[in-house]
């Protein structure tokens, strides 16, 4: 049996007859680990956003004709959609015994005829038709009419609770602990499947590891001269929040749109949304709170923060919705989004800084974008796969993106040279600004060691998460924080 929803089933909890009534499954959030009406109506928003005015005009015809007009209006990979191999493990079991088993859902049958082909043990199917919804009583109401001599029901919603009293006995599959417990006073429980932690799921999506790019809302602050002032340093941490919020925010709706190309990558699949452990509806309903919780922080550290922020999320979306899927394009986008980081570090501190600083920044994290990019490539080519799903590259691009990640590369380096040439000598900010001639050796080794691992296939998907993690990047970073330390307090001056 799978482990999957990461603790084994409790299996025959209760004695239950010795015939084998049929077993009937839901499939919403049970056979398979999502909902079809949320994963059909995100289609249709994803290709028309517009459309939500023409969703709600179907919602008022009844949500069994919501369900069929999105059955109709779009075509879901059934075959990509995240299973609960537990149940479905569980039920093939019962089949192989000579026991008959339904699928019997709220979703249209035209999707969940679709789905059941993907189970060889579902002898039948029953589903909304267009006019009744078929959910909660008047599900319960079908399937006795279909079986009067009893059938088991494996289920996982409060709607299924008037399905369970009807039932001969019950199957729990990762319902609320309220809901279990109902649902065992209204039968024998012929089996349960234990829920997965949404609230854990819900962490993981907000890829707080990702709050490392972050830092870069200090760089103006240290470099700026405010080192020392503790007023520079709260406001910074204000900002370094906010962006902090934002950014897990959007990770969160970038997820909603790549849910489809996600389940068909090799470690994407196993994102929580993709994977089905956090709901959809749960992911948009985090998403204004998300957005009103970064946006009245930055509103705190003054409104060029809000408008800092602002930007960010527009450029956000445009890459989440379109940017992403154009090659070299996407790897621009991604610096920009990293120059914002710095830009938002400008105004929370109150600091000019080099224009350096900034073209620095565009050409390091095109760099480290690109070496994102190749990874994906070069796994796809193991994998014999043409295309990177979701974005516009070819398997075949490796060569030319890694041509262009070195160079951008190495452009960083020589800004970095051009950078203390002009500014940083000149500038007066340091007591002796020898030291940071550390900078650019220890950057070409830590971008070169990049992207030795990047082609041998030895980097993860994210080189800034595996930065944080490789002890031979920390060591070169504490390089550069031991030069600039020396440097600004005049060290050997």
């Not at 990762?174 to 854990?200: D, I």
């Not at 490392?212 to 602050?221: E, R, S, Y």
């Not at 224009?355 to 994906?376: G, I, Q």
Request: charged share 20%; proline share 5%; with cysteine.
């Amino acid at each position: 049996m799978s482990a999957n929803a990461g603790s084994a089933a409790r299996v025959n909890e209760t004695p239950v007859s010795e015939i084998p009534v049929p077993l009937v499954l839901d499939l919403d959030r049970s056979l398979i680990r999502c909902d079809m009406l949320h994963e059909t109506a995100l289609a249709f928003l994803r290709r028309n956003p517009l459309g939500v005015f023409k969703l709600m005009r179907w919602l008022m015809q009844g949500r069994a004709a919501l369900k069929r007009k999105l059955a109709e209006a779009v075509t879901v990979d059934v075959d990509s959609l995240p299973v609960n191999h537990e149940l479905a493990d569980y039920a093939a079991a019962e089949k192989a015994k000579g026991r008959t088993v339904v699928l019997a859902t709220a979703s249209d049958r035209f999707v969940a005829t679709r789905i059941a082909k993907r189970f060889a043990f579902i002898d039948r199917v029953v589903a909304s038709d267009g006019v009744t919804n078929l959910k909660g009583a008047a599900k319960a109401e079908t399937l006795c009419k279909l079986f009067p001599d009893g059938f088991a029901y494996a289920g996982d919603s409060a709607a299924d609770l008037a399905v369970w009293k009807r039932a001969a006995s019950v199957v729990v599959v990762e319902a609320s602990p309220a809901v279990a417990r109902k649902a065992a006073r209204l039968g024998p429980v012929e089996a349960s499947f234990p829920r997965p932690s949404v609230t854990r799921a819900m962490v993981k999506s907000a890829r707080l590891h990702q709050w490392a790019k972050n830092a870069l809302v200090f760089a103006p602050l240290v470099l700026g001269g405010q080192f020392a002032n503790p007023a520079a340093w709260a406001n910074a941490a204000l900002a370094f929040v906010a962006i902090g919020v934002l950014a897990s925010t959007t990770y969160l709706l970038n997820d909603l749109f790549d849910l489809p190309d996600d389940r068909k990558h090799w470690s994407k699949r196993k994102r929580p949304l993709a994977s089905g452990r956090l709901p959809v509806v749960t992911a948009v309903a985090a998403l204004p709170v998300g957005f009103a919780v970064a946006f009245a922080l930055a509103a705190l550290v003054g409104m060029k923060a809000v408008g800092v922020l602002a930007v960010y999320l527009v450029v956000t979306v445009a890459y989440s919705m379109q940017l992403k899927r154009q090659p070299i394009v996407d790897a621009f986008t991604l610096a920009v989004l990293f120059t914002l980081r710095l830009g938002l570090g400008v105004v929370a501190a109150s600091v000019v800084v080099s224009p350096w600083l900034m073209v620095f920044s565009m050409f390091l994290f095109a760099s480290l974008s690109f070496a994102k990019r190749h990874t994906e490539a070069e796994r796809m080519a193991t994998l014999g796969e043409l295309r990177i799903a979701g974005r516009g590259y070819l398997s075949s691009d490796g060569p030319l993106i890694l041509s262009m990640g070195v160079s951008s590369g190495l452009g960083a380096v020589m800004i970095m040279v051009l950078y203390l040439i002009n500014d940083a000598f000149p500038g007066g900010l340091y007591a002796n600004p020898v030291w940071l001639w550390a900078f650019p050796p220890i950057l070409f080794l830590w971008i070169g060691r990049i992207w030795l691992l990047c082609q041998r296939g030895e980097l993860n998907d994210d080189p800034v998460a595996f930065a944080v993690r490789d002890r031979t990047s920390i060591l070169l970073g504490l390089g550069i924080v031991a030069a600039f330390l020396a440097g600004w307090y005049g060290i050997g001056a």
